[in-house]
């Protein structure tokens, strides 16, 4: 099985998307393992090559990639916290 990246590659016919699309925080189900990565890149891009304006992102994920949110953080410890804080 390959492992889940959160930062796949973008292919932008017109540029660079604006972010990416994840879950809300809420439909994590408070239970499963958490992992998460600082998202990189250069600058304001992510290592796959998306937008998000500034580089204080994160992505938060359950194994697999069966949840997976993008999140303000500046580090991974940081988002992992808000996303046990406001799961429903």
Same mark, same amino acid.
């Given at each position: 099985m390959a492992r889940f990246n959160p930062f796949e590659?973008?292919?932008g016919r017109y540029g660079a998307p604006m972010g990416r699309h994840?879950?809300?925080?809420?439909?994590y189900d408070g239970e499963s393992k958490l992992y998460a990565?600082?998202?990189g %890149? &250069?600058?304001y891009y992510d290592r796959g090559g998306a937008y998000w304006g500034h580089s204080k992102v994160c992505a938060v994920w359950t194994r697999g %990639? &069966?949840?997976c949110a993008y999140v303000e953080a500046y580090?991974?410890?940081a988002a992992v916290a808000f996303?046990?804080?406001h799961a429903a």
């Open positions: 590659n973008v292919n994840g879950h809300d925080v809420e439909s990565r600082h998202c %890149g &250069d600058g %990639g &069966d949840f580090t991974p410890a996303v046990k804080q």
